[in-house]
């Protein structure tokens, strides 16, 4: 069993679902340690006990966050066999889950624990082609719009002005 996945019931779930939703919100560098704690009814050192610091708990909080949207980006993706139609599905699926999760600010931010960008390494995976580094374009302009959205822009719009951008792909 992994050790970052929680018991149901237990103190180590309530803080990875409030850590979440914090940093899902205010970002890593918006989320105060003390702050946090305190919402949660405990103390720092029970938040430091279970995760270390506050970047190992952002790390185990993004990874996860991360490989939720991912699974149901490559879900989305598989419908299609043309790639720029699965690239499409992917970033348009990402999105909305994002949104819906409210983890626009959590996904779109520079990742301080320097994880690998696995958003990037779907879109490489759905091209299969020899120009390097264009997964990391894709990935980019996905995260610019969730930091719309996060930054306080229309969904509706963010969404638009994202669909404008993929259409640009055909």
């Given at each position: 069993m992994k050790s970052n996945i929680p018991?149901?019931?237990t103190l180590?779930?309530?803080?990875l679902n409030q850590?979440?939703?914090d940093f899902g919100t205010h970002g890593f560098e918006g989320v105060n340690v003390q702050q946090f704690a305190k919402s949660i009814g405990v103390t720092?050192?029970?938040l430091y006990h279970h995760f270390g610091n506050k970047l190992e708990l952002y790390r185990i909080v993004r990874e996860e966050v991360e490989r939720r949207i991912i699974s149901r980006m490559e879900g989305a993706s598989a419908v299609h066999e043309e790639p720029i139609?699965?690239?499409?599905a992917a970033i348009l699926v990402g999105f909305d889950s994002a949104v819906k999760l409210n983890v626009c600010r959590?996904?779109?931010e520079q990742d301080p624990s320097d994880n690998?960008?696995?958003?990037?390494?779907l879109f490489k995976e759905i091209l299969n082609e020899e120009m390097e580094g264009t997964e990391f374009i894709i990935s980019a302009g996905w995260r610019a719009s969730l930091r719309n959205v996060a930054n306080g822009m229309n969904i509706e719009q963010s969404r638009n002005v994202l669909v404008k951008l993929l259409e640009k792909f055909n």
């Open positions: 018991i149901p019931g180590r779930e309530r803080i850590a979440i939703k720092t050192g029970a139609l699965s690239i499409k959590l996904l779109s690998k960008d696995l958003a990037a390494i």
